[in-house]
């Protein structure tokens, strides 16, 4: 049976009609020149502060929480565009680091024996009260461990105790949670030499 359809195959094939000659060049309709394909144009990563690329040696891991990243700034919005990683320290409200946090920003500040204040603001960085708020705080080095931050109320803050840094540049996780609400995580980079970097 496979020798029947194999002939009838050749038969068939054997009738086919030749394909008709193409038309010369003269009767094609004109092409179009091909369209340039459009590229995206690469984008230089955005320039990023120290809050979010310190530490050198140790991997960048989730601050203790695992809740919202957040942008450091100052009192100048660079014309109040968001702007992610820059830090400024001029403007800030108690001389602190300031960082934008979903629905306002936090300010910390180190001193160099590791007592640690941190406050929050609201979205024109005006300090609230931060009565209700828990939070910690741990530096981002081998071996360290959480520093639970309790509400100070003649500084309206969180005030904490993290072991004294032993290097210039030092960053610090701190996760605070208002009430209410969910643990917001920050980033801070301090500069502890005198006059900054």
């Known amino acids: 049976m496979v020798l029947v359809v194999s002939s009838l195959g ?7 009609r030749p394909a008709p000659p193409d038309p010369p060049t003269s009767q094609l309709a004109p092409v179009a020149p091909p369209t340039p394909v459009a590229r995206p144009t690469p984008v230089a990563p955005a320039h990023v502060g120290h809050a979010a690329n310190e530490a050198p040696g140790i991997p960048m891991a989730a601050p203790p929480g695992g809740a919202a990243e957040a942008q450091a700034h100052g009192a100048d919005e660079h014309g109040g565009r968001e702007h992610g990683g820059h830090e400024h320290t001029h403007g800030s409200p ?7 946090v979903p629905g306002g920003h936090v300010e910390a500040r180190l001193d160099p024996s590791g007592r640690i204040t941190v406050w929050l ?3 024109r960085e005006q300090t609230v ?7 910690r705080a741990r ?13 100070n109320a003649q500084l309206n803050a969180l005030v904490g105790q993290v072991p004294a840094p032993s290097r210039d540049h030092v960053v610090c996780l701190v996760t605070v949670t208002r009430p209410g ?3 917001t995580n920050v980033r801070f980079s301090f500069h502890l030499e005198v006059g900054g970097h």
């Open 10 to 16: 050749l038969a068939a094939c054997s009738q086919r």
């Open 94 to 100: 108690h001389g602190g680091i300031v960082m934008s």
């Open 121 to 123: 603001l609201d979205e």
């Open 129 to 135: 009260g931060a009565q209700g708020s828990s939070g």
């Open 139 to 151: 530096l981002a080095v081998a071996g360290a461990t959480d520093a639970p931050l309790a509400f």
């Open 181 to 183: 609400g969910q643990p």
